[in-house]
């Protein structure tokens, strides 16, 4: 699915009327009947936070998402000043009109709480709030709102409109303490476009904000309902489809959001063969520069094996890592990289390093590197472990971890920057990049030059941070470093420079390299948060694009593999102190089982 900021939303909104001619409440409306529909879902028990009712299944562990037990007896609508309290207003109308059927007793239990009583409401909010009073419809100020375990709140206060870091006025503060509470207790919250107190761009949260066991979001997904505080405060989300004309939402977003990448790539081609881009329910929407997978567009991408291919048809992955003292980071990368599928996994490594991948799996051709070796001789020795993987199309090599960073990283590096094959840089190979930025910078765009193919960072936030500092401190390319409060457009010029795609691994990871648009990898935990989570990971990308994804879609599918096998963990029970590896690599077989047979919930 594509995900829009809250600027680029209301654009596209606005945009409505102008190409239909049509009043903008009738967007109000539809979000009105999608809010009623997952109100009923609630009440009759058919509960719309649960996985099965969730339009983007992005993880099965997310914070205070739980069913529901107690019986609803109220319904209070908690409304703002601005047109997400309109949205709530519309919504209180059709409960009390019984257009979606609630039990009678119930109708007479709706109440409408308003924040700043005093202001008045303007435009479409103030049109629906006027029809629900016309309805029977009963308010009251938002500072008489009780906490109840068997009430059904429903949050339309700021939605999108709330900025980080806008101080948080004590009416507010009061009713998200009362809202708050009374869901400990047992009470339901459902929350309109976004949980007040949170931002739609970021994820941000103010001091104090909702926490919603739902979230019906409208027209396009936000990036704040995914990314940080976002996760723990929105339970599970639905998007729930606006119509806007196509035309109108590409010329209105399109104008706020121009394509800044000169990749000659689209979307589309940007994925492997083997797989298919991935999805959104308005189509491809090219002005749309975000990306959220959803678990089909993954299903699409890890299609099964052809049953009469064999391992000289499933590409060489190559690892070169684990310096003395570091055989954990190379066995860890071996196990990723062999576990995803390639024919053949070699590694060179150290001789301890060895010893600790051939004790793990026999299966995984590992040779020691020899030491003390000059230049020139190591600069023939990877020529060589390179050329014996054979056709680089169907080849690619992992560089970086559990190794020194000296003079014998640079060689390694430089020359396999000039292999034709696929290459990805992680930990120390990062580092050893960042601390000569303008040579390594042209050493990447003399590969681009070359004809071959980007290679792929996989930078945790620190090693992503020294990228960042390093290509700041060049007077040339400072200024085409843009300073962005989204992390993410900031990683996409960071890639323009470098000439490389980046994975920026952290409590959620985003990619570049699909053309100009982010693609956002919401998935896993803090399980996850131990050292040899990235070398596993860094494998298994490497084990994937061997065997003909390129390295963009092996990045997404990777991160997904590791972060879901994470959250299945959790939800079975699991401690996030104790996640081992073994345990990891386990549940990522059964992912990969699921993802191959479609089965996959």
């Not at 009327?17 to 539809?30: R, V």
């Not at 520069?289 to 890890?302: A, H, Q, T």
């Not at 990777?558 to 590896?581: D, K, M, Q, T, V």
Request: glycine letters at 10%; hydrophobic letters at 40%.
């Amino acid at each position: 699915m594509f995900l829009v900021t809250a600027a680029e939303q209301r654009a596209a909104d606005a945009s409505f009327s102008k190409t239909t001619g049509l009043p903008t409440i009738l967007l109000m409306e539809q979000a009105a009947v999608a809010l009623a529909e997952a109100v009923y879902n609630i009440v009759r028990k058919t509960d719309s936070s649960t996985e099965g009712d969730c339009d983007c299944k992005i993880g099965l562990s997310r914070p205070g998402v739980r069913a529901r037990t107690r019986e609803i007896k109220n319904i209070a609508i908690l409304c703002g000043c601005g047109n997400n309290g309109g949205d709530g207003y519309a919504l209180a109308r059709h409960l009390v009109t019984d257009s979606c059927h609630l039990p009678a007793d119930l109708r007479r239990h709706i109440k409408v709480y308003e924040y700043l009583p005093q202001r008045e409401r303007l435009g479409d909010a103030a049109l629906n709030r006027s029809g629900y009073l016309l309805c029977g419809g009963e308010i009251a100020p938002l500072a008489e709102l009780t906490a109840d375990a068997t009430t059904l709140y429903v949050d339309a206060v700021w939605g999108t409109g709330y900025k980080a870091g806008r101080p948080v006025d004590a009416e507010f503060r009061a009713a998200a303490i009362t809202v708050n509470s009374a869901k400990q207790g047992g009470a339901t919250v459902l929350a309109v476009d976004i949980p007040s107190g949170l931002e739609a761009d970021t994820g941000k949260a103010s001091e104090i904000a909702i926490l919603a066991d739902s979230t019906i979001t409208f027209g396009y997904g936000k990036p704040g309902l995914y990314i940080n505080q976002g996760r723990h405060h929105c339970g599970h989300v639905k998007v729930a489809p606006l119509t806007i004309p196509l035309d109108a939402a590409k010329n209105s977003v399109g104008e706020q959001n121009p394509p800044t990448s000169t990749a000659s790539a689209t979307l589309s081609a940007s994925v492997s063969a083997k797989g298919s881009g991935f999805a959104s329910p308005y189509g491809k929407q090219p002005f749309c520069r975000r990306i959220l997978p959803e678990l089909d567009d993954f299903v699409r991408l890890l299609q099964p094996r052809q049953r009469d291919s064999y391992k000289g048809t499933n590409g060489n992955a190559a690892i070169i890592a684990g310096d003395p003292g570091m055989s954990g980071a190379a066995a860890l990368a071996a196990a990723g990289a062999w576990q995803s599928g390639p024919g053949k996994v070699f590694a060179w490594v150290s001789c301890s390093a060895e010893t600790a991948i051939l004790s793990y799996n026999p299966a995984i051709l590992a040779s020691a590197r020899p030491r003390d070796m000059t230049d020139d001789e190591l600069r023939s020795r990877v020529q060589d472990y390179l050329n014996n993987l054979g056709d680089p199309t169907k080849a690619a090599c992992l560089v970086g971890p559990g190794l020194n960073i000296n003079s014998a990283l640079e060689t390694i590096i430089e020359t396999v920057l000039a292999w034709p094959g696929q290459t990805v840089f992680d930990a120390s190979a990062l580092t050893a990049l960042s601390l000569k930025p303008a040579y390594s910078i042209k050493l990447m765009q003399k590969r681009r030059a070359a004809g071959l193919s980007k290679p792929l960072f996989t930078p945790h936030l620190g090693e992503y941070k020294c990228l960042l500092k390093a290509t700041a401190a060049l007077p040339e390319k400072a200024e085409m470093l843009k300073s962005e409060s989204d992390l993410s457009l900031e990683a996409e010029s960071l890639a323009e420079i470098w000439q490389a795609n980046i994975l920026v691994k952290g409590a959620y990871s985003f990619l570049t390299g699909f053309d100009d648009k982010i693609v956002y990898l919401p998935y896993g935990n803090s399980a996850l948060a131990h050292a040899g989570s990235g070398d596993l990971l860094a494998g298994t990308i490497v084990g994937l694009a061997a065997q003909g994804h390129n390295l963009p879609v092996a990045a997404a599918l990777g991160a997904f593999l590791c972060g879901r096998a994470a959250e299945i963990y959790i939800a079975n029970g699991g401690s996030p102190r104790c996640f081992f590896w073994q345990e990891q690599l386990r549940l990522m077989r059964q992912i990969m089982a699921e993802l191959e047979s479609g089965t996959m919930t």
